[in-house]
């Protein structure tokens, strides 16, 4: 059974930074990929970052690539997305998600429906 589950959200001040976890089991982490999306409140969601398994090779949407980093822990199945400078627009609930053809293309997709497996989210919080 495909399990995402992240970790790492709370509440920060604007200028402060946070280090969010994706944990997946039950699939071949080497032949997915796996995206960071975000929803803020009364809006859609929307793409932040995407690594692919087989060689970590990463993707960033336009609108956070100068504030993110999204890499791999190490040789585990985890996959944390690093957020600095974060701002009160940046308060949202972030998912992560799992794309079971992401082995495939030139890049990792930032297309969310791309994605067929999804974490239940993580909230975000920043004050002013």
């Known amino acids: 059974e495909v399990q995402l589950v992240e970790s790492g959200g709370g509440s920060v001040q604007t200028g402060g930074s946070l280090r969010l976890s994706c944990s997946a089991s039950?699939?071949?982490?080497?032949?997915?990929?796996i995206g960071w999306f975000r929803q803020t409140p009364g809006g859609e969601r929307e793409a932040v970052s995407c690594l692919r398994g087989r060689d970590n090779d990463t993707y960033y949407s336009d609108s956070m690539k100068t504030r993110v980093t999204i890499s791999r822990d190490g040789a585990k199945n985890t996959v944390v997305l690093q957020i600095n400078d974060l701002r009160p627009e940046d308060t949202a609930i972030y998912y992560c998600a799992a794309d079971s053809n992401g082995a495939l293309g030139y890049k990792c997709s930032l297309y969310q429906l791309q994605y067929n497996f999804w974490g239940q989210g993580t909230q975000v919080t920043v004050s002013s």
């Open positions: 039950g699939f071949a982490f080497e032949d997915y990929a």
